[in-house]
């Protein structure tokens, strides 16, 4: 990691603005590596410099990266005047400025879901031409056939285009493993509405090779680790 300056990456850690960090800094409470911090804009390596806040050690982390287990009834947006967001979700010492939900689920979608404050990470993730595969438990309101697995397989036409040949599996008689590389609006449920069957529970269980953590209860979030990072940035 590139060295940054104090007040930026301390007010990236979203307890403090950056002129909470300069207060702080002209009283003395911030050190690096057991020096006084001088200036806010001392620039501190991340990876190696160790900062203390009021004598208290602070993880310096550039970005933030989290799994939420999405609940129904809540969207998939930073904000609403109306409803609760993913974001509210993430709990104060989890929250930083900036953080966003990486994709959309529909507001009756559950499951998993990245929270980020890296726009190059989530480009990345989302952009069509990754075709990064999300993988998804579809409940139906009538049972899963034969025809309905060959005409994923071959792309289901909808009316904004052609989708990308799809994978559809079998668990149950009404119960269906979907796994997709691109994200259009609602493309499940408008998918299997083109096979004539309604999508009556829709769960996201992995994306890019990340399961969805069997640990997280409906509205928990965590961080995700190093490895998993890796897995989906491919
Ligand atoms: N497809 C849908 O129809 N809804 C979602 O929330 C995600 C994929």
Not at 208 to 219: C, P, S, V
């Amino acid at each position: 990691m590139k060295p940054e300056r104090l007040d930026k990456i301390l007010a990236a850690q979203g307890g403090w603005s950056r002129k909470d960090v300069k207060a702080l800094v002209s009283r003395g409470a911030v050190a690096v590596n057991g020096q006084t911090a001088l200036r806010p804009e001392q620039k501190v390596d991340p990876e190696r410099d160790q900062v203390t806040v009021e004598g208290r050690a602070v993880t310096l982390r550039r970005h933030i990266y989290l799994l939420l287990n999405k609940p129904a009834g809540v969207v998939s947006a930073t904000r609403d005047p109306r409803e609760r967001t993913v974001v509210d979700l993430v709990p104060e010492p989890l929250r930083r400025r900036g953080i966003f939900p990486a994709g959309r689920l529909d507001k009756d979608t559950t499951g998993m879901m990245i929270l980020t404050d890296d726009g190059d990470f989530a480009h990345r993730i989302l952009s069509p031409r990754n075709h990064v595969p999300k993988t998804y438990l579809a409940r139906l309101d009538r049972p899963v056939t034969a025809e309905m697995e060959t005409a994923f397989a071959a792309g289901i036409p909808l009316k904004d285009g052609d989708c990308l040949p799809a994978r559809l599996e079998r668990v149950e008689e009404d119960l269906a493993r979907v796994t997709i590389c691109e994200g259009m609006y609602h493309q499940i449920k408008r998918m299997f509405g083109v096979c004539g069957a309604r999508v009556v529970a829709l769960q996201r269980i992995s994306m890019g090779g990340l399961e969805l953590d069997g640990t997280l209860a409906e509205g928990e979030c965590r961080e995700l680790r190093k490895e998993e990072l890796a897995r989906i940035r491919g």
